[in-house]
């Protein structure tokens, strides 16, 4: 299984061994409306992929992911890495940095990460947004709080540094994801599911859903991020889908931390004969975790309509 470069919010890795062997088989195009860190298509088993989100930059770098070759990927990587002078634990060892894994590298990283962002930022701004571009991005991604992206209003790159660096984990990560990006027959559309032409798509395709959840939290749904509005227009879509005759499987939560998505609930219920909910284990492959893992209440499901 080939997992996101993108320590992605929400990503849906973990819970691929259960996901995938809902989806039916024999799919034509996989549409990954809502994709993210991209962790359901990479995965899945289909003709060709169509990886949507309303998140222009994801798109952007995954284009140049699957474009750019690997080569220059990684050696922009570690160019831009030599240029700042930020840490690279995997060749010199945290000694060099004089640093302890257990406290990570934060200290030595900060200013280093805030002039990459400010160049970065100022790249942006003169709208300069080339191959390298992406490229910074991504490092600036690896370097910055827990691998998070988060922009502020004036559109600036506004997240401090992390604590960890482009270790092996990351780049075996980023390898492989591009690997599996340049075999796979794709695109990149960059839209509001609400104008997701579904005129396009016939009947042995599928699409996949999973937007960002009502009642729990996440960077992408600050600011206002993701309203009762969107998700009953969003399940207003779904009963188009399935109008047309078109297969898809929706990832949500019914219910998390003593909250309930009642909207989601009363769908559901009205629309019992039509769509099926499967309940989900969060903690399947996290059983370690399982004492300290916050979703421990939560309800997680997939919802079907095949
Ligand atoms: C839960 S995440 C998807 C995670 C993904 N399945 C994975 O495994 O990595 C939800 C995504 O929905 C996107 N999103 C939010 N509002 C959207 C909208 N109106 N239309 C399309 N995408 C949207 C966010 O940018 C975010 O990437």
Redesign the pocket.
């Given at each position: 299984m080939i997992q996101?470069p993108l320590n992605?919010t929400?990503?849906?890795?973990k819970l691929l061994p259960q996901i995938l062997p809902l989806f039916p088989n024999n799919i034509n195009t996989f549409v990954d409306?809502?994709?993210?860190?991209?962790?359901?298509g990479i995965n899945v088993e289909s003709k060709s992929v169509i990886y949507?989100?309303?998140?222009e930059n994801?798109l952007c770098l995954y284009n140049t992911f699957k474009n750019l070759d690997k080569r220059s990927v990684f050696e922009w990587i570690y160019d831009i890495i030599d240029e700042y002078e930020l840490s690279l634990v995997s060749k010199n060892g945290y000694d060099y940095y004089k640093c302890e894994s257990s406290k990570g590298l934060g200290i030595y990283n900060k200013e280093k990460f805030l002039k990459l962002r400010t160049d970065f930022n100022e790249k942006k701004r003169r709208g300069n947004y080339d191959y390298y571009y992406y490229v910074m991005l991504y490092v600036i991604i690896v370097y910055a709080f827990n691998n998070q992206i988060r922009f502020n209003s004036n559109g600036d790159f506004n997240l401090p540094v992390g604590k960890r660096d482009f270790n092996k984990k990351m780049q075996q990560k980023l390898s492989d994801f591009i690997d599996k990006i340049k075999e796979q027959d794709c695109k990149f559309t960059c839209?509001?599911?609400r104008e997701f032409d579904v005129e396009i798509l016939e009947n042995d395709d599928f699409v996949y859903v999973?937007?960002?959840y009502l009642i729990t939290c996440a960077t992408?749904n600050e600011q206002g991020g993701?309203s009762e509005t969107?998700e009953r227009d969003l399940l207003t879509f779904l009963n188009k889908l399935h109008e047309k005759k078109l297969r898809f499987a929706l990832s949500n939560v019914l219910r998390s931390k003593g909250k309930e998505n009642t909207i989601l609930l009363e769908w559901l219920s009205e629309n019992k004969e039509k769509y099926k909910a499967i309940n989900l284990d969060y903690n399947y492959s996290n059983s370690n975790y399982q004492t300290k893992d916050k979703t421990t209440n939560s309800e997680e499901v997939l919802i079907i309509n095949y």
């Open positions: 996101s992605y929400g990503g849906k890795f409306l809502f994709c993210g860190g991209c962790n359901v949507n989100d309303v998140d994801l839209l509001d599911f999973d937007p960002p992408y993701w969107d």
